[in-house]
């Protein structure tokens, strides 16, 4: 079964607008991380924002917040105002507390792009 | 100033041939990793050191060696290059390696190297 999974291959939104990608994941694991990443077309990986699976709060970096369902296992990334910047892949990853004594690889949904138009 | 850089940043190389690609991060962290990123986006790990000891070794071709002389160096030695080696490779550090603990922890990317195997 797919550990994270993002749903929309391609989303358009205008600037100066919100959208929200979509991000849902798979775990029994009580502890885990969730993270979003940006991948513009120079091809870096940037690191845009944290939830923890215990947090009590959404978690927000300027414009980006994450819209943390947890009962839903969804971990929506949402940004508000959009500019044409933010054109790009979005990655949503995820990783699990697991067990004592193991190593917990950081696993990536297929990702999402997303157009930015003025 | 760059936090983990990567050299080359492009590789085009013949099948058959090997190469090495380097890391470098300079953030004083002490987790190190190896991602393939193919065609489709899809980005996946391969290998990961924490203070020069491989903790995470996924089910890779032993054609790829990761070398760490130290901890803020990673280099990818690749021998006998294959067509399906073309992707994208991203190294990426942590502070801490991916244990339970620190499930929290970001990993923070390098820019990346194309390879190309023709």
């Known amino acids: 079964a797919q550990k994270i999974t993002q749903t929309q291959p391609g989303m358009f939104v205008q600037e100066k607008e919100a959208v929200t990608l979509d991000c849902t994941y798979d775990t029994s694991d009580p502890s885990y991380g969730l993270f979003w990443y940006k991948q513009p077309s120079s091809g870096e990986m940037i690191f845009l924002i944290y939830q923890g699976s215990y947090d009590q709060q959404n978690a927000t970096e300027g414009r980006y917040s994450l819209n943390f369902q947890k009962a839903r296992k969804s971990a929506n990334l949402v940004i508000s105002a959009s500019q044409l910047g933010d054109s790009a892949m979005y990655f949503c990853a995820m990783r699990e507390g697991g067990v004592a004594g193991g190593y917990n690889k950081l696993i990536f949904g297929a990702g999402t792009r997303l157009a930015v138009h003025p | 100033d760059t936090a983990v850089s990567q050299t080359p940043k492009y590789l085009v190389t013949q099948m058959g041939n090997d190469k090495s690609i380097k890391c470098e991060q300079n953030?004083?962290?002490?987790?190190m990793y190896w991602y393939k990123q193919d065609s489709k986006k899809f980005l996946k790990i391969m290998f990961s050191y924490n203070n020069k000891e491989l903790i995470i070794n996924e089910t890779v071709p032993n054609r790829f060696s990761p070398k760490s002389p130290d901890k803020a160096h990673l280099n990818l030695h690749i021998n006998s290059l294959e067509l399906g080696d073309s992707a994208v490779y991203f190294c990426a550090s942590s502070q801490s390696p991916p244990v339970a603990a620190f499930s929290t922890d970001t990993q923070y990317f390098g820019p990346g190297t194309r390879l190309t195997v023709l």
């Open positions: 953030l004083g962290h002490d987790t």
